[in-house]
């Protein structure tokens, strides 16, 4: 009986050992020493923890690729992340908008401007890096990589395995076998999301939803009393969702302009940084030189708040007297046109 007993004992400690290494392997990196090694090559997404986590949202955007009398170049990345109070990274979302405005040496603009401006994501396999670029992945399947890597991780040991010096994923790498694109710009967007992540409300677990919305329309060709303008607006939101409800909402957006005149020379400072107009702040102007109650940041901050507990069809419900809150509680604090963000959170309970 007792020879039993302990063999039904070291049974059960050998199969708590190989459970423990095991997870560690799924859960942390490749160090696992288990004897078997029948683990697969590229780590599962790890499991996250529990209690409140912080929501963070970051838009980047360069026009660095902008020419005279031919265009105006954007690439703006959008990334969404949660993140614990130890600054582990446990959700990520990664999309990109790669988009242009073209005008000739008279300073007209000869883009279509009601042309729908879709994301890389929402591109898909018609983004054409497989097709035409001779890439193995997609840049979506590419971006998902990264935004997997990124899980369980803190922005330095993001940054110390995702990238060497040439800025993409290390040779020989897992992460390296998926993602071949350059990856420094967007693990830069990981570190810009987590640093503004804070407690908004999600918790552990909790489905995080990234939906972006561009246009051009706000484009304009040049005359001889005004310079013409090249202009992307680009919004985004993170989303946290829980059994169809939202638990945790962030707002940025971004309206970057290349100016050029009537020659179609560009005469922005194509090196200096686009801000947000989170980032703008009060620099943004609607209070000093709109007449606003309340800055933009501010607003879309409210609209988020408001919006918290709610599910998408209580969002779409919104009143709104032409496009403005027609509710008091939120017209309060929110004097802007909302259809934008309503069609957000719309966008991300459809994903």
């Known amino acids: ?49 529990e209690g409140a986590v912080k929501t963070g949202l970051a838009i980047v955007t360069g026009v660095g690729k902008s020419e005279d009398a031919k265009l105006a170049d954007y690439d703006v990345t959008v990334v969404a992340v949660n993140v614990d109070d130890q ?12 988009a242009k405005v073209n005008f000739d040496a008279t300073g007209t603009v000869t883009s279509d401007l009601t042309a729908q401006v879709q994301t890389k994501n929402e591109l898909g396999d018609s983004y054409g890096m497989v097709a035409y670029g ?40 897992d992460l390296a076998s998926s993602a071949t694109i350059y990856l420094g710009g967007y693990v830069a967007a990981i570190e810009e999301a987590v640093k503004n992540a804070t407690h908004l409300g999600a918790q552990a677990g ?29 919004t985004a939101m993170a989303l946290n969702v ?30 200096a940084q686009v801000k947000t107009k989170n980032q703008l702040g009060a620099d943004y102007g609607m209070v000093a030189w709109g007449g606003a109650k309340f800055e933009w940041n501010e607003q879309a901050a409210s609209f988020a708040k408001y919006v918290t507990g709610k599910t998408a069809a209580q969002v779409a419900g919104i009143a709104v007297t032409e496009g403005k809150p027609a509710d008091a509680d939120l017209a309060a ?11 957000l959170v719309a966008k991300a309970f459809a994903k």
């Open 242 to 271: 829980k059994d169809g409800v939202i638990t945790a909402c962030a707002i940025d957006a971004v309206q970057a302009k290349v100016s050029f005149d009537t020659t179609g020379k560009i005469t922005t400072d194509l090196t």
């Open 206 to 234: 909790d489905e995080l939803q990234l939906a972006v919305k561009s246009a051009l329309d706000g484009s304009k060709s040049a005359t001889a009393e005004k310079e013409g303008v090249a202009q992307l607006d680009c």
């Open 87 to 98: 600054g582990v990274i446990t959700a990520c979302v990664i999309d990109s908008v790669s």
């Open 1 to 49: 009986m007792k020879k039993s007993i302990a063999m039904l004992t070291v049974v059960a400690l050998a199969l708590t050992l190989l459970a423990g290494c095991a997870g560690t392997t799924v859960v942390y990196c490749n160090q696992c020493t288990c004897p078997t090694g029948g683990h697969a090559a590229t780590p599962e997404t790890p499991t996250v923890g």
């Open 333 to 343: 604090s929110v004097t802007i046109k909302i259809g934008d963000f309503q069609a």
């Open 134 to 173: 001779g890439a193995k992945y997609e840049w979506y399947k590419q971006a998902q990589a990264l935004a997997n890597f990124a899980v369980g991780k803190t922005v330095a040991q993001l940054r110390s395995g995702a990238v060497d010096e040439t800025g993409k994923a290390p040779a020989g790498s």
